[in-house]
């Protein structure tokens, strides 16, 4: 896994968020392109007036090809 957050991809979601208040990004094509396995944790960024925050998720999830 990589530890440089510069290193890493980033994928923004371009919908709404759904009742629950969740967002969600779909993967499609050949993931085997990705290499053997990757890893996947979700953080918002806002702007609250004036300052912009990120919070990062507590899960990050493992996904093998």
Same mark, same amino acid.
Not at 4 to 26: E, H, P, T, V
């Given at each position: ?5 510069? @290193?890493? /991809? /980033? *994928? ?6 759904? @009742? /629950? ?6 993967? /499609?094509?050949? =993931? @085997? =392109? =990705?290499?053997?396995? *990757? ?6 960024? *806002?702007?609250?007036?004036?300052? =912009?925050?990120?919070? *990062? ?9």
């Amino acid at each position: 896994m990589r530890d440089n957050a510069d @290193s890493c /991809k /980033k *994928y923004a979601a371009k919908n709404n968020a759904n @009742s /629950k208040g969740q967002f969600g990004i779909q993967f /499609k094509g050949n =993931l @085997s =392109l =990705l290499g053997d396995s *990757y890893y996947i944790r979700a953080y918002v960024t *806002y702007t609250d007036r004036t300052e =912009l925050h990120t919070i *990062y998720s507590d899960k990050i999830i493992a996904v093998n090809n």
